[in-house]
C-alpha cells in the first residue's frame, strides 16, 4: 500500500533563509507525487507534481522538489523563504489504482520570521 | 476563474440537523471528490464520483451520502449531524485517468453542537 510520511510537523525559518520540507514515501511501484500548499482558510493550491519524468520538479513560487528513489523522498526546498510562503504544506502521494486516489500526509506548518 | 466553488462557507449545526453541502466546478472535469480535514491528519476521502452518473464510497463514507446532479455539481448530505462530523470539508475536482491533480475549493467549516 502506498503512504506518505512529513517528518517535520512544523518549521520555522527567518525571511531570506532555505526552505526545506521532508516527506517520505512508500510505494509498491513509481509512484506520481505532489506538493500542495495551504493558506489559512482557503483550500490546497497544487505547488509540483512528479510523474516520472525528471527527478527535479519545478514548481510554482520558486519551490522545487527532487524524486529520490534510493532514499523513498520527496522534499521540498526553496532556495529564499518570504514571509507569504507561511503555510501548510501537504506531500501527497497517487494511489495509482483505480480511480484517482491521492493519499495525504498529515502536513508541515511553515513560520517565517522577520 | 472560479474553478471550484463550495457553499456554505460556514455552518452551524445542532446534532440530528440535516445538511446539504453543494459543490460545483467549472473546468469541465469528470472526476469529483470530497474530503474531510481534521487536525493532524491530513484530508481524508469521504465519497467520489469518478465520472457522471457514479459515486463511491472512500475512507470515511459513514453517516454522509452524495449526489452528482450533473458534470458540474457534486453535493454532500449529512442525514443526522454528529459532533464528530464537525470538520472542514473539502470539494475537488479532476481530469479522468490515474495520477492527475485534483483542483480544491476553499472548504466549508461546519460546527456541530
Known amino acids: 500500500a502506498q503512504s506518505v510520511t512529513q517528518l517535520d510537523s512544523h518549521v520555522s525559518v527567518s525571511e531570506g533563509t532555505p526552505v526545506l520540507l521532508r516527506c517520505n514515501y512508500s510505494?509498491?511501484?513509481?509512484?506520481?507525487l505532489f506538493w500542495y500548499v495551504q493558506h489559512p482558510n482557503k483550500g490546497l493550491q497544487l505547488l509540483l507534481k512528479?510523474?516520472?519524468?525528471?527527478?527535479l520538479v519545478k514548481g510554482i513560487n520558486g519551490f522545487e522538489a527532487e524524486f529520490k528513489k534510493s532514499e523513498t523522498s520527496f522534499h521540498l526546498t526553496k532556495p529564499s523563504a518570504h514571509m507569504s510562503d507561511a503555510a501548510e504544506y501537504f506531500c501527497?502521494?497517487?494511489?495509482?489504482?483505480?480511480?484517482?486516489?491521492?493519499?495525504f500526509g498529515a502536513g508541515t506548518r511553515l513560520a517565517v520570521h522577520p | 476563474n472560479a474553478g471550484v466553488t463550495q457553499t456554505p462557507k460556514f455552518q452551524v449545526l445542532k446534532t440530528g440537523q440535516s445538511m446539504t453541502l453543494q459543490c460545483a466546478q467549472d473546468?469541465?472535469?469528470?472526476?469529483m471528490y470530497w474530503y474531510r480535514q481534521d487536525p493532524g491528519m491530513g484530508l481524508r476521502l469521504i465519497y467520489y464520483s469518478a465520472s457522471e452518473g457514479t459515486t463511491d464510497k472512500g475512507e470515511v463514507p459513514n453517516g454522509y451520502n452524495v449526489s452528482r446532479l450533473n458534470k458540474r455539481e457534486f453535493s454532500l448530505r449529512l442525514e443526522s449531524a454528529a459532533p464528530s462530523q464537525t470538520s472542514v470539508y473539502f470539494c475537488?475536482?479532476?481530469?479522468?485517468?490515474?495520477?492527475?491533480?485534483?483542483?480544491f475549493g476553499d472548504g466549508t467549516r461546519l460546527s456541530i453542537l
Open positions: 510505494s509498491s511501484y513509481s509512484p506520481s
Open positions: 475537488a475536482s479532476s481530469e479522468t485517468g490515474l495520477n492527475q491533480p485534483q483542483h
Open positions: 501527497v502521494v497517487s494511489d495509482g489504482r483505480g480511480y484517482n486516489k491521492l493519499i
Open positions: 473546468m469541465n472535469h469528470n472526476s
Open positions: 512528479y510523474t516520472s519524468a525528471a527527478t
